[in-house]
């Protein structure tokens, strides 16, 4: 499991987000700019989830890791589900919110685990 490339993967993911929302102010959430980050984003997710984090790889973790692991995937699955129910841009300013908040969280999740 690559706990790093998570991180990446959750940066990638708000930055998606945020790209998304500030196209929707202007034209709201079904033109094809949000809908092209909205799948960057769900792209990011399912890599982090299936690949980064696949339960072989969580397995060869760490206690402290696996932990941090387990933690995230529920969240991530969350995320995902939430991104394919975006209707309007409050759906999407909620969404980013709450995917920053996720990134905020490991990050001091995975800092911890690490020791820094």
Known sequence: AC?????????????SLNE???????????QEEVQRRLL???????????????PDAT???GPKEREVANWILPQLRNLRHSLKEVG?????????????????TYTARYKQAKGV
Request: charged share 25%; hydrophobic share 45%.
């Open 3 to 15: 706990l790093q490339c998570t991180a990446d993967h959750l940066s990638t993911l708000t930055a």
């Open 20 to 30: 998304a929302m500030r196209f929707a102010r202007d034209g709201g959430v079904d």
């Open 40 to 54: 960057l984003a769900t792209d990011e997710l399912n890599i982090c989830e299936r690949i980064d984090l696949a």
């Open 59 to 61: 397995a060869a973790l």
């Open 88 to 104: 309007s841009t409050e759906d999407l300013e909620q969404l980013a919110a709450a995917a920053l908040e996720v990134r905020q």
